[in-house]
């Protein structure tokens, strides 16, 4: 069985599609059914024998690009660009608070999607009105969030790395401050938080390996018995693999987790508090 991956242009994902009686390679463009309408894709691998068998889940490609496929989208791209501009002076004229992300033109032309952000609920009917007077077509005004404005626009994170949310991202997972403090970090939201100003997606990629290491491990702020003394956990480095106590004198010191042995450390049994305090 042949597998193709599709890409759907930029800012999209890719795909998975059944060639069926296509002959594919790299750089083909095609047209598969997306969303309950036509979409162009390029090919950017072909896999005459995978591993895993995608049986149920894979699209179907409706015919090879033609020259005509080709010029309709040259066309549509070009009406986008139009009615980028044409929507973003109506805005304008109306004062709306309204920050205009995208424009998505129908491959068949037959419906354009604008995609925006907005503090709130916002009155746009007078502008859809303008916008089906001006370009004759069904329109849609479509209001996304601050994490979808950044998966369209694309950028670079402070990694220094394309936004994962625009690369290969299909699916945005709830991230939460629990998991920077799992992975010791830093908590300045300067330093947690992306472009769109929300909590970085990728605090979630380690997160339950550090929940894993965690499991077999004394729990920070248990006493413990070393050869230097008694020692309070504050702090493990889990890519360093060391662990640090405070000693009784507040001095700090680290161990790696080898020198512990962890297999033979012996938690300090908790005081008990007096009855009569």
Do not use: W
């Amino acid at each position: 069985m042949t597998i193709a991956k599709i890409c759907l242009g930029p800012g999209n994902h890719c795909c998975l599609v059944d060639p069926g009686q296509f002959p594919l390679k790299t750089a083909d463009r095609v047209v598969l059914e997306q969303d309950g309408g036509l979409k162009l894709g390029k090919v950017v691998g072909v896999y005459p024998d995978p591993e895993v068998q995608f049986s149920g889940r894979l699209k179907s490609l409706v015919r090879l690009a033609t020259p005509e496929d080709l010029a309709q989208e040259e066309k549509n791209r070009l009406l986008e660009q139009r009615a980028l501009q044409f929507c973003q002076d109506r805005v304008d004229s109306h004062r709306l608070p309204i920050y205009l992300v995208q424009v998505e033109c129908l491959f068949d032309a037959s419906k354009i999607v604008f995609y925006f952000t907005a503090p709130g609920r916002v009155d746009f009917r007078e502008l859809v009105k303008d916008l089906v007077q001006e370009f004759r077509t069904r329109i849609e005004l479509r209001q996304i969030g601050v994490r979808h404005r950044a998966k369209m626009v694309g950028g670079l994170g402070i990694c220094g790395r394309g936004l994962c949310c625009a690369g290969f991202l299909r699916d945005f997972e709830p991230v939460s401050v629990r998991m920077a403090k799992e992975q010791q970090l830093s908590l300045n939201p300067n330093k947690i938080s992306g472009i769109c100003g929300r909590l970085m997606c990728c605090l979630t990629y380690e997160y339950s390996s550090y929940q894993e290491l965690r499991k077999s491990l004394p729990k920070v702020g248990k006493r413990l018995q070393v050869p230097e003394g008694e020692g309070k956990i504050i702090r493990y480095n889990f890519i360093r693999e060391t662990v640090t106590l405070e000693m009784e004198d507040r001095r700090e010191v680290e161990f790696t987790l080898a020198e512990l042995g962890l297999g033979e450390v012996r938690p300090v049994a908790p005081v008990e508090p007096d009855s009569e305090a």
